[in-house]
């Protein structure tokens, strides 16, 4: 891991035209003076209300973004997969393009890269409404139970994740299931996890993409992936996966999907919330 922390950034966003000018502004400026390189990859998942246009009239003011398209709405794990495939740096992170999340906590949670394999922030004061937090602990609880996601808030959407682990785990789900599919594929290969307090604020502009409608849908993907994932998946030989060493700036590689090769635990402490 580099010394000087290098930093891609996957910003996710659909029909976000009234926010998605300052995040990118904010994500510059925030950026700029904590870390040595970094980039902003916005993915526009086929936005139907200038969301594209917003970014492309920003870009002469933002030097380190850049602009991926979906020519249609894929889903919001359709659209990290695309940015993190595209990611070029050593770390990798993403939150969403609401202005929700304060991007200085990144300077604290990158860091311990240097020790985990993936820093997740948890939501320490919520400004979501009460209905939206009640069903986000039942779900914590559930994926807990079910899926050993060993965080407190599977969903907070800043996380930062080092290249090489995320290689091994580019997410299959299109939809809002996605944070889950990944940190429960993380434990499956013996990744470190650490969680850390960040700062969440309420959303300024736009309307929220996570609706009633989501939660059948989203338990029934748990559900199902709980089933064949972890009490049918096949056993197979733990194997230690090398590590691939990140020099010069280069995009990750995109894969197939592959079935899981668990890997050996390196020794260092696991910390869960």
């Known amino acids: 891991m580099d010394a000087t922390p290098r930093i891609s950034l ?11 000018a300052r995040a990118v502004a904010e994500a510059e400026a925030t950026l700029v003076g904590r870390f040595t390189a970094f980039e902003v990859i916005v993915v526009d998942d086929g936005s139907t209300d200038g969301t594209a246009d917003e970014v492309q009239r920003q870009l002469p003011l933002a030097p380190h973004t850049r602009l991926l398209r979906h020519g249609t709405n894929r889903g919001y794990g359709a659209a990290l997969r695309t940015g993190f495939e595209a990611a070029r740096y050593p770390l990798v992170a993403f939150t969403d393009a609401d ?49 050993g996601t060993r965080v407190r808030d599977v969903d907070c959407a800043l996380k930062v994740f080092r290249r090489d682990a995320l290689a091994t785990l580019l997410p299959e789900s299109r ?29 300024l502009g736009g309307d929220s993409k996570v609706s009633l409608w989501e ?17 049918w998946a096949a056993p197979v030989p733990a194997v230690i996966q090398a590590r691939v060493a990140v020099s010069e700036p280069t ?4 894969r197939a999907s592959e079935p899981l090769r668990p890997t050996a635990p390196r020794g260092r402490h696991r910390e869960a919330a």
């Open 99 to 147: 202005c929700q999340f304060d991007l200085a906590d990144l300077a604290d949670l990158a860091p311990l890269a240097n020790e985990y394999d993936i820093v997740a922030g948890y939501r320490a004061d919520r400004k979501d409404p009460w209905r939206r937090r009640f069903l986000s602990r039942g779900y914590n609880l559930l994926a807990r139970t079910l899926l």
């Open 251 to 254: 995009p990750m590689p995109r």
């Open 215 to 231: 939660v059948p849908r989203t338990f029934r993907t748990l559900v199902g992936f709980w089933w064949n994932e972890v009490v």
């Open 175 to 203: 939809g809002f299931f996605v944070n889950t599919e990944m940190l429960t594929r993380a434990r499956l290969l013996g990744l470190t996890v650490s969680e850390r307090p960040v700062m969440h604020r309420p959303r």
């Open 10 to 20: 996957v910003l996710p966003a659909f029909n976000e035209g009234a926010v998605i």
